[in-house]
């Protein structure tokens, strides 16, 4: 066959296959869409064809079997050899015989916890570890309210925010909070230790930088261990060294691409008890353009004229902290947690944050407490001088009387740290785990002179957020919590016996 009659057959095929086609229905619209698609662009047009042709290739590819054993056959004796040769590593880090004896003596509460608690040896005492500092627990309208509540609502929500766990008192609270702060929103979670370590990771992810104080809780350092982020420490409350930490990484980001970065820090230190320079760590913010996340958990309720936190404290202007947290527990005797902020921080956490997109809802009866005590504090301003009043009559007993202890709280902190003075570590060379075994024999010799305190407790050693924060642990402390349930006569006589307890234990090491 010449060259000729060759080009007559494929030009003849052609036609019959074009003429078969043109009688497919919507076979012309296609062919429209392909002249035009290749005249507007044609590189979609290759694109399409490639694709098209992989999933040929793909559907007409050789099926294989997902069953095929390609790894070695054991016989049972030799499955049973290996089962008897595992050790399962434990969950948990065994108790050390320090834990063990502290946990056979742990005092049990029978009843409701208020400033006078009965043991479970028959025993009442004076409570002083417990967060109860403006005695709600015992406040009769609040027990009204709470108990109408749960004959209204329920016990709980049973579903998450996002879905059907939202209720009225829910958003009422919320506003109440935003309101009582004034800032322009606020999203309330269901528990308080969940709501920072989620915050964080909300809106910061790897790659990220987080510059944090390195006394901050072990709330915060989960929340900055899950977020992966790159995380930088500086001492803490050092406004000069946090300065020379953002000097640093704004120096190495500044050929880099734009990350977010953050400052994170407390209001007022959980494990230090002291407060931070807040209009310091606003002008540093500014200067070096990172966002701010402030953890009020302790402070919210305690510091200020209404008990608005370090913001009312210090004179700030709340809509210049990016993110306010706090606690709904402790000081309003309530629970869950809460982070006020802009409209837009608020909304993007309902369905970023993992602690409120897949936990329950806070109970109706608890958010509607959390309100009601946030307008006790508003309406009755004996609560906060009552209790500041009793932290000053507990510290006098303590702090400058005292040869032993130094206070490390801030002066209206009602959680009182209690650490050994450094000159007398230092004298007897005193290990953390020998300041820790005395001050507990200091928490047995109170109690058995009728006051309940407690001690501050180290953080679990596995955190791995960062090397040069890991490892860090707070200062060995008695944890000893001032209450408005008490009288001033009451709190300085146990503020004596406390302090005596402390003589007679040290004394007794010589």
Known sequence: MEMHDAQDVVLRYMNDFSVQFQKVPGSAILLRYIKSSYQNDPVRSAVELFLFLFAVRYLLSPTYSTQKTNFVKLSEEEIDELVEDWTPEPLVAP???????????RPVIVGPTGPKSKLSNGRTVTNLASYNFYNFVANETLKEKAIQTLRTYGV??????????????HMKTEADIAEFLGTRACIVYAQAFSTISSVIPAFSKRGDIIVADDSVNFAIRKGIQISRSTVRWYKHNDM???????EKVTKEQ????????????EGMFENVGDVVDLPKIIELKLLYKFRLILDETWSFGVLGRQGRGLTEAQNVDPTSVDMIIGSLAGPLCAGGGFCAASDEI??????????????AALPAMLATTASETLSLLQTDSAHLSTLRENIRAMRAQLDPRSEWLRCSSAPENPVLLLVLKEELVMRRAWSRDEQDRLLQDVVDEALLNGVLITRLKAMPGSLHAARAGAEWQPTPALKVCVTTGLTRKEVEKAGTVIRHAATKVVTRRK
């Open 254 to 265: 500044a050929k880099k691409p734009l990350t977010r970065r953050f400052i994170v820090t």
């Open 240 to 246: 000069e060294d946090l300065k020379r930490v953002l």
């Open 156 to 169: 709980g929500p049973c579903g998450p925010p996002g879905f059907y766990g939202t209720q009225d008192v």
């Open 346 to 359: 608020c909304e993007h956490q309902r369905i970023s944050a993992a602690a409120y997109t897949f936990s």
């Open 95 to 105: 108790l050390t015989p320090f834990e063990q004896a502290e946990n056979e003596k």
